[in-house]
């Protein structure tokens, strides 16, 4: 079974940046990835993903200020966030889509605050 951690999370504050990492411990380049966020009392929400050719797509609160990557030599998945927002306060998680095919890593916790 792959497993996943995640890191690069912090305190940052607004308008700062932030790039995440996800390294898995075994082979990803058969998946499409996801980068998801849990934000206090909220449901885990998809905020960018990634196809196995590297096509990606976001969600719209995110749009232009979030990049998604994946190095599939390193079996890692990449999250540049830029113009970060307090709303962007959440636990970071990466894995496939939905239904997931890995074991939830710990996340990476942002913070964005003045």
């Known amino acids: 079974q792959v497993q996943l951690v995640e890191s690069g999370g912090g305190l940052v504050q607004p308008g700062g940046s932030l790039k995440l990492s996800c390294a898995a411990s075994?082979?990803?380049?058969?998946?499409?990835m996801v980068w998801y966020r849990q934000a206090p009392g909220k449901q885990r929400e998809q905020v960018a993903h990634i196809t196995l050719v590297g096509s990606t797509n976001y969600a719209e609160s995110v749009k232009g200020r979030f990049t998604i990557s994946r190095d599939n030599a390193k079996n890692t998945v990449y999250l540049q966030m830029n113009s970060l927002q307090p709303e962007d306060t959440a636990v970071y998680y990466c894995n496939t889509i939905i239904p997931v095919r890995f074991t939830w890593g710990p996340g990476t916790q942002v913070t964005v605050s003045s």
């Open positions: 075994g082979s990803i380049f058969s998946y499409a």
